[in-house]
């Protein structure tokens, strides 16, 4: 999907994600991150319209440095999938509202030079 397509920016945010399908479960690692969506980096195979469980950890996230999330593959490729969650709490929500708004805060903080 192209980044016109989608409804929210995702970040480009590293980190360890635990996925658990029906079928299988595998750790892997985040590309980047939306508050409705991720890509994984993984050579697991999942097929599109599967409901998978995301074990998501942040390291630089206080309060909250593991997310538990619900989502469905949107997209299959050879260097992983696309997720779109489904089904958030409000707790998760927040939690992860607040790690995506200090990571874009910290990304487009102004060059203020020397």
Do not use: W
């Not at 920016?9 to 508050?35: H, Y």
């Not at 409705?36 to 469980?53: D, H, I, Y």
């Amino acid at each position: 999907m192209s980044t016109t397509q989608r409804r929210f920016t995702r970040l480009p945010i590293q980190s360890n994600v635990f996925i658990r399908s029906k079928e299988r479960a595998f750790a892997a690692s985040s590309l980047n991150l939306s508050i409705r969506g991720m890509f994984v980096l993984t050579r697991e195979t999942v097929p599109v319209g599967e409901k998978v469980e995301v074990d998501l950890t942040i390291p630089s996230a206080s309060l909250c440095p593991h997310i538990y999330l619900r989502g469905v593959v949107t997209r299959a490729e050879n260097s992983g999938i696309a997720l779109e969650f489904e089904g958030m709490d409000p707790d998760v929500f927040l939690a992860l509202k607040n790690v995506l708004h200090k990571r874009a805060h910290h990304r487009l903080k102004p060059y203020m030079g020397p």
